[in-house]
């Protein structure tokens, strides 16, 4: 698939669309989800143009993997989720329930999350 340059994603990094920012970096930008599904629900994106995590993974340069999995860290040190612990979840293609073609992970915390999956198969 290739990276379209007007997903909502891509337009929040050019500044076209605002967002409740609470981290940047060099590789990374991170803020509120605007429908959270946790008392904290934080949306980390990499700055570089990647589709998905497969993407990403295949893709991004050492210093991007390291600053994004850092980040995702110091995200959740700084909003207390370390202790009673939290979820990351990165949605990718259409099974996976990825709704934009930007790679992006959520961090959810705040409450106990519940089992990952419904049992249903």
């Known amino acids: 698939m290739a990276y ?3 997903n909502i994603f891509a337009k929040i990094l050019r500044g076209e669309i605002p967002c409740n920012k609470v981290f940047e970096n060099d ?16 949306l980390v994106i990499p700055k570089g143009a990647y589709t998905d995590v497969a993407d990403f993974g295949e893709n991004a340069s050492p210093d991007e993997v390291s600053g994004f999995w850092s980040a995702v860290s110091q995200i959740a040190d700084e ?33 106990a999350l519940g089992p990952m999956l419904s049992k249903a198969a």
Do not use: C, M, S, Y
């Not at 990374?28 to 629900?41: C, E, G, K, N």
């Not at 202790?83 to 705040?110: K, Y």
């Open 4 to 6: 379209d340059d007007q």
């Open 27 to 42: 590789h990374v930008l991170a803020f509120h989800d605007i429908h959270p599904q946790a008392p904290t629900h934080i």
């Open 79 to 111: 909003n207390d989720l370390k202790g009673d612990g939290f979820r990351v979840i990165a949605n990718t293609g259409l099974n996976g329930g990825q709704e934009v073609p930007h790679f992006h992970a959520h961090i959810l915390g705040g409450k």
